[in-house]
């Protein structure tokens, strides 16, 4: 296993991955039609723009067959958190690799990212049913907040969570 910044040439397994990741994590939480709409083409484009974004911290985890998960961030831009250094907007990994510490590396090492540019405090939003809150717990996130996020569908909220020191 490898963990590297992101190059333009990750934008599809990026995509790939997060096609994948929201299919198996969010089925039953954010509307179908949302999930069924999801289109690769449309996703490459968006991580193309996003690594070429030099505000953006993209890490990708590799194995020999390819990309199998990524981690990304940025400075926090809500006017909400903005006592908050950073934002770790992406976390997914394909589910069969899930449970089995990389996540954890992916944080890890994105954290370090982010120390390098001087940030030392983070956030993470949550989808409400997402069981991915436990996880940034023990990593010791507190959560700070709470709203709605009707574009996920009717009744969907959205949990921050905080690390004050990285």
Request: glycine fraction near 8%.
């Amino acid at each position: 296993m490898k963990i590297r910044q992101a190059i333009i040439e990750d934008a599809f397994g990026i995509a790939q991955v997060h096609i994948a990741s929201w299919k198996s994590t969010y089925r039953g939480i954010i509307a179908d039609e949302i999930l069924n709409e999801l289109r690769l083409e449309q996703r490459i484009s968006q991580w193309q723009q996003h690594i070429e974004n030099p505000y953006k911290t993209i890490i990708v985890l590799e194995n020999n067959n390819g990309i199998i998960g990524f981690a990304d961030g940025q400075k926090v831009e809500d006017d909400v958190y903005m006592h908050y250094e950073a934002d770790m907007t992406c976390l997914y990994l394909y589910a069969e690799q899930q449970r089995q510490g990389y996540g954890r590396q992916l944080v890890g090492e994105l954290f370090e990212k982010f120390k390098q540019q001087g940030m030392t405090s983070c956030i993470v939003k949550v989808l409400t049913g997402n069981s991915s809150h436990l996880f940034y717990e023990k990593l010791g996130a507190k959560k700070i907040d709470s709203f709605h996020a009707t574009e996920y569908g009717e009744g969907n909220t959205i949990d921050v969570y905080a690390w004050d020191k990285i």
